[in-house]
């Protein structure tokens, strides 16, 4: 995985990936300047989220998407969509979700925890719905914890928590549906497939 993280950007999607770290990074700064230590403690969790995926490697859809989303999802608490927009929260939810679940399930199948394989499609969307599930609840803890401690103005409330956690496992389980797209590696630099076939076809005629 370090190789991966460290691996330059090659395609266009690979760059605006990269971008969009660049500016999650400077959403950090600009949060402690203007915002203080809460709006900078969530950023930071956005910066996280938005690394995963250039270390485990997926395509640069899925990399473009996380980084979009957790990006979009910590300003909104900034500007206060999450109250000021319906729906917009649980749109977030669903999303932000579907995609930490599905980052999830495919660092369990790097690391051999779970199959790589398409022979346990149905094990799999269950295992991203409870990492969905596991994630929205401890997100829901944190909302509990920042209320009760009054860090700041969160709006917590029995049926506020039932339907964040109702759109978190409706995106996780579309995510464990389209996992076999999400966990799709990058695709192949231009001309490397070549090189590793000239290179295969000198390996074979020297052996011969």
Do not use: C
């Amino acid at each position: 995985m370090i190789a991966t993280f460290l691996r330059p950007p090659v395609r266009p999607g690979e760059y605006v990936a990269d971008g969009i770290r660049v500016l999650i990074a400077l959403s950090v700064v600009v949060a402690g300047w203007g915002w203080g230590a809460v709006q900078v403690a969530i950023f930071m969790l956005a910066l996280l989220g938005a690394l995963v995926p250039r270390a485990l490697g997926v395509r640069a859809a899925v990399d473009v998407a996380t980084g979009l989303v957790v990006l979009v999802a910590a300003w909104s608490n900034v500007f206060h969509l999450y109250t000021e927009v319906f729906g917009w929260d649980k749109l977030i939810h669903f999303l932000l979700a579907g995609l930490l679940a599905a980052l999830a399930t495919i660092t369990a199948q790097r690391s051999g925890l779970l199959p790589a394989g398409t022979g346990h499609r149905g094990g799999l969307v269950v295992v991203t719905v409870a990492f969905g599930v596991a994630a929205g609840a401890l997100w829901e803890g944190l909302e509990w914890a920042g209320y009760t401690l009054a860090i700041a103005p969160i709006y917590v409330g029995y049926s506020d928590t039932i339907g964040d956690l109702a759109a978190d496992a409706l995106g996780a389980l579309a995510a464990g549906l389209a996992l076999p797209f999400l966990a799709a590696n990058r695709t192949t630099p231009p001309g490397a497939s070549g090189l590793a076939d000239s290179g295969a076809a000198v390996v074979r005629r020297a052996t011969r």
